[in-house]
């Protein structure tokens, strides 16, 4: 009864507005209110709605010639734009999956199953450990062994091995996966806290051991690249040293790997710059304050901390990975500065690795790819390619490239 009441509430307001006008003969007014009474009832059963709105914009959307009796002034202009809104087919844009200008909106083919442009391919998921998460083209069929970390039923394309930045967040590494994946390479992204770069025995130690045992137990994953960021540089360094305690053992992953890509490589020296700009980058003072910590832990730790950040530093100098390298870096860079670069640079190619050097005089620290996109792309597929990296994907591929 309630609903009821509402109904022929919200009904008499109408019929108020169509009357106030004095363009509306008796006629039209009587028509009107034959139209709305006539259907203000069985939406409200039909739909089990128990809102008056409801059940009045079934009944103005099936009684169409309303429209025409609602004046071009005054109140009954929004009437009548709320009466085409609600005939207006509703189509929706993902602009998030595919940037479109608004004059090409409509030339966006959908699968009307799944609303995703058909042009845009999938992009799966699955988190390994928690520092460890991979990406691929295909869907997941198996699963993978808490213990050994052995993916049953891989996929069996090339991996990229990425050691992402501090702090990075999912929506940017998966622009620099989409890279590689829509090569045809599968991504594995290795990423720490910063509670475990503080303290390494209990943290990136352990990350580099999970590294390791996956790349032991998942053979099938080959040729492999390795694309780092920033502190991902001493994150390796982790990895190489425990490679280094049974060369024999781990030869051939080493094997395995084809090239390495290097953007913004951090040293242990830019720890106390890096940390506190990854947590507060737009705090200055939170900035100083954790500065000053990190000098204070790095000098009262040494033992539990430091000297591990020297061991790993002097592994990445000497390194393990004898193929060719490409450094991005800029000129403002503090946190990966060119001189740092070089100096690894310069160690690498005494070893004869060769090395390839791209640097910018302004850009911005892990974030190269975003502000000299189509340099970064070129110097990249043409490493790869030099490297033979891209003759382990298909022919499509390659052609598409």
């Excluded at 990229?160 to 999912?170: G, H, N, P």
């Excluded at 829509?182 to 475990?196: A, K, L, N, R, S």
């Excluded at 900035?287 to 430091?306: D, E, V």
Aim: net charge positive; glycine share 4%.
């Amino acid at each position: 009864m309630a609903s009821t009441k509402q109904c022929v509430t919200s009904a008499t307001r109408v019929l108020r507005l169509l009357t106030v006008t004095s363009s509306l003969n008796k006629t039209n007014c009587c028509n009107a209110k034959k139209s709305i009474n006539a259907s203000i009832v069985s939406p409200m059963q039909a739909e089990g709605s128990t809102t008056a709105s409801k059940a009045l914009e079934h009944a103005l959307t099936n009684n169409k010639e309303i429209l025409s009796l609602v004046p071009n002034f005054g109140h009954s202009t929004l009437l009548k734009s709320r009466l085409n809104y609600i005939s207006k087919p509703n189509y929706r844009y993902f602009s998030s999956l595919q940037k479109t200008n608004s004059s090409n909106k409509s030339a966006i083919i959908t699968d009307q199953k799944t609303m995703v442009p058909w042009n845009c391919r999938y992009l799966s998921s699955k988190e390994v450990t928690k520092n460890m998460t991979l990406f691929t083209t295909e869907p997941f069929k198996g699963e993978v062994d808490p213990k050994t970390l052995e993916i049953k039923q891989s996929s069996g394309n090339p991996l990229v091995l990425m050691m992402a930045w501090l702090m990075a967040k999912q929506k940017h590494l998966k622009k620099y996966a989409q890279i590689y994946t829509e090569m045809g390479f599968d991504v594995m992204i290795v990423h720490v806290t910063p509670w475990q770069l503080l303290w390494p025995v209990k943290g990136t130690q352990v990350v580099a051991a999970d590294t390791l045992k996956f790349l032991e137990n998942n053979g099938s994953y080959t040729p492999i690249v390795v694309h780092g960021f920033s502190v991902g540089a001493y994150q390796l360094g982790e990895v190489m040293l425990q490679m280094s305690r049974n060369k024999e053992r781990y030869a051939g992953i080493l094997d395995r790997i084809v090239c390495q890509i290097w953007d913004s490589a951090a040293d242990i020296t830019e720890i106390p710059v890096g940390v506190p700009k990854s947590l507060f980058p737009k705090n200055p003072r939170m900035q100083s304050a954790l500065r000053n910590y990190i000098l204070y832990h790095m000098k009262t730790f040494h033992n539990q901390a430091t000297i591990h950040y020297m061991r790993s530093s002097q592994m990445f100098h000497s390194t393990l990975i004898k193929q060719p390298a490409l450094f991005f870096v800029s000129e403002n860079d503090n946190i990966g500065p060119p001189s740092s670069n070089h100096a690894v640079r310069e160690n690498w190619e005494r070893a004869n690795i060769k090395c390839t050097f791209k640097c910018w005089e302004h850009s911005q620290h892990a974030a190269h790819f975003i502000r000299h996109r189509e340099e970064y792309l070129g110097c990249l597929l043409k490493h790869l390619e030099s490297s033979g990296a891209i003759d382990s994907i298909g022919l499509k591929t390659r052609a598409k490239l």
